[in-house]
């Protein structure tokens, strides 16, 4: 019995301490945190080539750090504070939300979809790139359609929008796919490349970036047909209007000055490190409309 | 902390298409329970064999029986399962490859599989350390008595010696349910897997991680009844170990 009562009180502790800990260190805003600590913390992705990663000198760098510069950048005017400390904290998917929620980070600076069920929890500034949900395939297998793919064996990495949508799609058209989920894109990548499945789902844009990193790039082809519409937006706390004011407010500055065309080029034009890669993603209509008329909104239907 | 507390989120849909998000982590026990349990009958089996083995008095035995422990033993867990699961079918003859990536369930095969191997080598290593614990005279015993070598491992030695190890071999089982959290690396949507899923969708992340704990622990929690019970159903009154003095398993 004492086994039982430890493991009991235990949990029972924890999840108390849990419960008690949220309302308690309720936050006055972003700004005042970043004025009394005088830093402001960046959470980046390691390797979500080109948006936010490492390069070969081990530096957190991409088209939204460069973006977040910016906003940062508007943030030391706006406290009139030029000497602004930043510091850098890598984030994984699992663990962006808890290090925003508890203040260890106050932008994540990556490719994190905006949509309403995440609007829940956290808030997103103005998108940043607008992506579709496509698959890859190889050339060899001369597959166009979703409908091509009836019968056969497709992956996506788990936990994404993308295998949601192939899973109701799947359902819908009756197509019998057998989806098969991995842990992580270059893991889903992996199984294409050694024939366990045959077609990948993921977000073109960083479809695009598997391909072009791939040992043999013209072997594979990215199908025209797209599932759905992804914007991606750099993410902050939720109820922050002050906070979320000054950062839209320096991204729509980004867009209007036309800024953005440079910092797109440069990551989506040109070869980018560590490998020098072209990635040759010219800026979509799409998000050719956002940069016109600068939106936060999560909803898929207003990017149409 | 600045995050907001949604603990009826079990009960919504879950985008998945499988029903609430307590239905996935459900499901996600219920894989994480077949892996674990199939691994387990592997390992139990195997660990046996290759456990007993590595007492015999015969030597190319014991060399193979090392060789066995040392090589599912020091190899991570991860690194096993990503071997079985990528390099051993491109080794394999084209079609017997091709055919074992098109099998569905594929990762669940292979995860048993892995998994019941890499544990095999430890409980092989407790069933020596039981059979060694005992006085010598045993065996030499067992042999006078006229019992050729396996009558006497299966009627003198084997019925003490997992008598002695019943509590290291709880801590196993428990392992083994833990360890097939690994599993999600070559796909496998067990719970673990599961609660990752539930936190993409939903961002609701401490609430899925608790659930998925609590699950655990009571998953856990049943297993060491069940050993403890199993204990003191075989006990026999006298023999080494027997009883109150019984060390306690788990942790």
Redesign the interface.
Known sequence: MR??RS?VSV?LA??CA??V??PA???EGTLKKIKETGAITLGHRDASIPFSYFDDKQAAVGYAMDLCGKIVDAVKADLKMPNLQVKLNPVT??TR??LM???TIDLECGSTTNNL??Q???SFTITHFVTANRFVSKKAGNLKTVDDLKGK?V?ST????N??QI??IN?QKNLGI?I????DHA?AF??VE???AAAFFMDDILLYSLVANSKTPSEWVISADALSVEPYGIML???DPSFKKVVDDAMTKVYKSGEINAIYAKWFLQPVPPKGINLNVPMSEVFKHVVAKPTDSGDPNDYK | MKYNWNWGIFWQLSPDGHGTYLDTLLTGLGWTLATALAAWLIALALGMVVGVVRTTPVNWMRRAGDAWVEVFRNVPLLVQMFIWFFVVPELLPASVGAWLKQLPRSAFYTAVVCLGLYTSARVAEQVRAGIQSLASGQRMAGIALGLTLPQTYRYILLPMAIRIVMPPLTSEFMNVIKNSAVALTIGLVELTASARSMQEFSFQVFEAFTAATLIYMALNLIVVRGMRWLERRLAVPGLLGAGQAMPQAGH
């Open positions: 086994n039982l493991f949990g924890a999840l849990l419960l800990a949220a260190h309720a936050q998917s699992a939300i808890p929620a508890n203040g069920e995440r829940k929890q956290v064996t992956v788990s936990g994404t929008t295998i949601k899973t109701e359902g057998t098969l989920p991995a842990k893991e992996l199984m050694t024939g366990r706390r939720k109820d």
